[in-house]
């Protein structure tokens, strides 16, 4: 299985929380299913506003070991791998546009 075919259900919930009008907003959500590690697809200084809700390193796991998901990295993996994401995403805002990053404040135990 890809890391992909995990997201319908999350794709479906956003589909609906986005489908509203709001007048003064002119602008338009573009929803697509797509694997953070390649965003070549998208033109260069095209978005807006990125919001991004990535995995915690593996502290919560996201799957039971799906190809391409971030969850199943070692924190120091993890940062390479999101280091290079957040790279790419800002390849992507047009300038002085906006990116929110949510990343719960949660702890792995160590002992
Ligand atoms: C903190 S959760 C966010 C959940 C989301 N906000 C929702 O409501 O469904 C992190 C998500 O990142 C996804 N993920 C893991 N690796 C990914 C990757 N390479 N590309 C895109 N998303 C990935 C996980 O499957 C998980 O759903």
Redesign the pocket.
């Known amino acids: 299985m890809h890391?992909l075919e995990?997201?319908d259900i999350?794709l479906d919930?956003f589909k609906e929380k986005t489908a509203f009008d709001y007048a003064p907003a002119k602008g338009k959500a573009y929803i697509k299913k797509c694997?953070?590690?390649n965003l070549d697809f998208i033109p260069d200084e095209s978005i807006d506003l990125i919001c991004a809700?990535?995995?915690?390193a593996d502290i919560i796991k996201?799957?039971d070991g799906i190809d391409?998901?971030?969850?199943q990295l070692k924190v120091k993996d993890f940062l390479e791998k999101i280091k290079k994401v957040a790279s790419k995403s800002y390849r992507l805002l047009k300038k002085d546009k906006f990116c929110a990053i949510l990343m719960g404040d949660t702890r792995q135990k160590v002992i």
């Not at 391409?68 to 969850?71: F, R």
């Open positions: 890391i995990e997201f999350a919930r694997d953070t590690r809700h990535p995995p915690y996201y799957s391409g998901d971030l969850s």
